[in-house]
């Protein structure tokens, strides 16, 4: 009987592989690894960002420019509202002021949310066609909300300059730069919850509208949190709200001259960097699930 081939004849050398060092496409990686792969894509998430805004009102006609006058005919719709026709400004100082950062401040993370709630849905064919931390997506869209809200901030506070009563330029103003950067990273955290949520059950993305549109009430956006001094368990809820931290910070800032108190400071801080770090790992979790088929 002839030899059995093991295709050195032929000039075929066969060659062992190590299996151990292989890994399966998708697979969710170490949850210390991840972190390191997502810093890993810091310049596609800027760029990426960047990109994002630069195109988003593209097809408009007056383009970015909607990014300013959604808060301001919203803002003037409040006003006509809460502020001539049911009178909810009596007992605040500075009413415009008071809502001009209620609503420019509130919108920033309405968007947030609501666009990192429908991140995975969003780009399920780069999902399906890529291998990345599917957490890139999450922070490209915080990321595009701050590049956006710039000069919506900065429009924010010449509309208080512009307004009576005309207020002082102090240093505190500067507090508005971390009660935003708070601001951010809870917008991130709340994504990422729901993102998991919204990939699995799409139904949740309607529900999210609606929401936020009751949140909005209970952060006091448009009439001062003393209307609830006659249900004080309520006013505690809202008081524990972070949004309401927000613009309670950069109201006493920018409006009243004061510096916020250390426990709005807290609050806003523990419901920020909580949510970050229970979102990315409830959002961790999931990760070899986004883009497949159920």
């Known amino acids: 009987m002839p030899a059995p081939d093991d295709g050195r004849s032929s000039g075929v050398v066969p060659t062992s592989v190590d299996v151990r060092t292989l890994i399966r496409v998708g697979e969710r990686p170490p949850f210390r690894e991840y972190l390191v792969a997502l810093w890993n894509y810091r310049h596609f998430v800027f760029f990426d960002a960047k990109a994002s805004?630069?195109?988003g009102n593209s097809k408009d006609r007056l383009g970015s420019i909607w990014l300013i006058l959604n808060p301001v005919l919203n803002g003037l719709t409040f006003y006509l509202i809460f502020g001539v026709l049911l009178q909810v400004n009596r007992g605040v100082e500075n009413f415009i002021g008071y809502l001009i950062i209620g609503v420019?401040?509130?919108?920033m993370s309405t968007r947030a949310i609501s666009t990192g709630a429908r991140a995975v849905p969003s780009n399920l064919k780069v999902i399906q066609a890529f291998n990345f931390p599917r957490a890139t997506l999450l922070l490209s869209v915080?990321?595009?909300?701050v590049l956006a809200s710039i000069p919506v901030v900065i429009t924010m506070l010449v509309l208080i300059l512009l307004f009576e009563p005309v207020e002082d330029i102090?240093?505190?103003w500067l507090l508005v730069v971390p009660a935003l950067l708070l601001q951010t990273v809870f917008n991130?955290?709340?994504g990422l919850i729901l993102?998991?949520?919204v990939s699995r059950v799409n139904d949740v993305a309607n529900v999210i509208s609606f929401a936020m549109r009751i949140w909005m009430y209970a952060s006091c956006v448009m009439f001062p949190i003393t209307l609830f001094d006659p249900y004080p368990a309520v006013r505690t809820v809202i008081e524990l709200n972070p949004l309401y931290q927000v613009l309670t910070i950069v109201r006493e800032s920018v409006l009243y001259g004061e510096v916020p108190a250390w426990e709005s400071w807290s609050i806003l801080a523990v419901w920020a960097f909580g949510a970050v770090a229970i979102g990315m790992i409830y959002f961790w979790f999931a990760e070899e699930t986004y883009g497949r088929d159920e």
Do not use: H, I, P, Y
């Open 53 to 55: 805004v630069q195109s």
């Open 104 to 107: 420019f401040l509130f919108q």
């Open 142 to 145: 915080n990321v595009r909300e």
């Open 170 to 172: 102090t240093w505190l």
């Open 188 to 190: 991130l955290g709340v």
């Open 195 to 197: 993102a998991r949520v």
